[in-house]
């Protein structure tokens, strides 16, 4: 039986940027070389239209249109979590139902909110994965971010997984991490069948001492990332130390510097796809943050800056 000791799905799942042409369209191309390359690095899966996908930036149209195309090319070769979330209870339950149709092996769903003050409580907050769940027979994974504005302690986290079905797997990307990781596996125990570390692997050693068994990183170099927590594993703490002391300049950059573009212009630099530039009116990269990321990265000679050449 699936739980904390015998995940259904567990190591490093970093996100899919979402690519787009210099005029903003979606560029499907691009898109299907990218997760050939995610692939060819070492992922254990893959996550799509996520915050670092801009989801927040596509139509609905075109929600639909990533997610099959994704999933058509992905062809089982990993599993593929989509991110289905929305404010509305019945739009994320069918956004969810959609996915799974389509061969999602998960669905990743931050609590209901809207702009900076429309939030919920817990019993609105508890109702709403209720209904996900009921719509859907695969793992939902709860996105703890801050971008919600909506506090999730780990007794609430817990309390769903337990009387929740589906609401089994934990992605953290809120401050003190992993204590509340932590936390949380003391007191859902096998219910916590994922908890995950998050926020482009920059507490992953922290979070990994406390218990996680899985990463949601960019998707610029799961072959640097996923050493680490292979190490970390196989109880080799001195190995995964020195492999995060040798990427974390990258993984800091990314995380404090670049943000979701970084995994783009690495991807670009390397050939794997034709534009890097975000949907407006997200601004584009200032171009000394870009040869920073660049400079750092070839130090470490990631596949990304190889694939396509």
Not at 76 to 87: A, D, S
Not at 150 to 176: D, H, N
Not at 240 to 260: D, K, T
């Amino acid at each position: 039986m699936a739980g904390l000791s015998n995940p259904r799905f567990r190591g490093i799942f970093p996100v899919a940027p979402t690519t787009f042409h210099e005029d903003g369209t979606v560029d499907l191309a691009s898109q299907r070389r990218c997760l050939d390359f995610m692939i060819d690095s070492g992922v254990d899966g893959i996550c799509i239209l996520a915050n670092f996908s801009e989801q927040f930036l596509v139509s609905d149209d075109e929600r639909e249109l990533l997610t099959r195309t994704a999933l058509e090319h992905v062809a089982g070769r990993v599993p593929v979590i989509v991110t289905t979330t929305h404010y509305g209870t019945r739009v994320c339950a069918e956004r969810s139902r959609r996915a799974q149709e389509l061969g999602a092996a998960m669905v990743m769903v931050m609590p209901p909110y809207h702009g900076a003050t429309f939030r919920f409580g817990e019993a609105q907050i508890r109702a709403f994965y209720q209904g996900v769940s009921d719509a859907i027979d695969i793992p939902i994974m709860i996105q703890d971010a801050p971008a919600a504005g909506t506090p999730l302690s780990p007794a609430f986290l817990a309390s769903m997984a337990r009387e929740i079905e589906q609401v089994s797997y934990f992605k953290m990307e809120t401050a003190g991490a992993a204590n509340k990781l932590r936390e949380l596996i003391a007191l859902g125990g096998e219910a916590i069948e994922g908890p995950w570390d998050g926020e482009e692997a920059i507490t992953l050693l922290a979070d990994l001492e406390a218990g996680a068994t899985g990463a949601m990183t960019g998707g610029g170099f799961a072959d640097g990332i996923k050493p680490i927590i292979e190490a970390h594993r196989a109880g080799d703490k001195d190995q995964a130390f020195e492999q995060y002391q040798r990427w974390l300049p990258l993984i800091n950059h990314e995380n404090r510097q670049a943000g979701f573009l970084a995994a783009k212009a690495l991807m670009k630099e390397g050939g794997v796809i034709a534009c890097d530039a975000p949907r407006a009116p997200w601004p584009p990269m200032h171009p000394e943050v870009r040869r920073q990321l660049l400079d750092i990265a070839r130090r470490l000679d990631p596949l990304v800056l190889r694939w396509g050449r």
